[in-house]
């Protein structure tokens, strides 16, 4: 009886690692493999691209003009609805009242 139990138990125990190696070298496999499927490759190349437009317009990629009037309408109409503060920056809490 006891014997039956242990053999349930690793059978559960095994099926259950086997299950997580699988997984885990399903994911690894393609961490360690060095050269990327050309899909891949394509899409790095792409996020790439994108960060070095990024990085030398200092902003939105590929926008024109109108991009800007359309957020400084936003903008203001946000200034308009909660007040002057600047939209851009993270607003500062203050809270009163006794500290415990």
Do not use: C, W
Request: proline share 4%.
């Amino acid at each position: 009886m006891i014997l039956q139990r242990l053999f349930k138990l690793s059978s559960v125990i095994r099926s259950a690692v086997s299950v997580h190696l699988r997984r885990n070298i399903g994911v690894t496999a393609v961490a360690f493999n060095k050269e990327l499927d050309p899909i891949q490759k394509l899409f790095v190349d792409k996020i790439r691209e994108y960060k070095s437009k990024r990085q030398a317009s200092g902003g939105p990629v590929d926008v024109g003009p109108e991009y800007q009037q359309d957020l400084d309408k936003e903008l203001f109409k946000l200034k308009q609805m909660y007040g002057k503060a600047d939209m851009n920056a993270f607003p500062t809490f203050k809270f009163e009242g006794k500290s415990h």
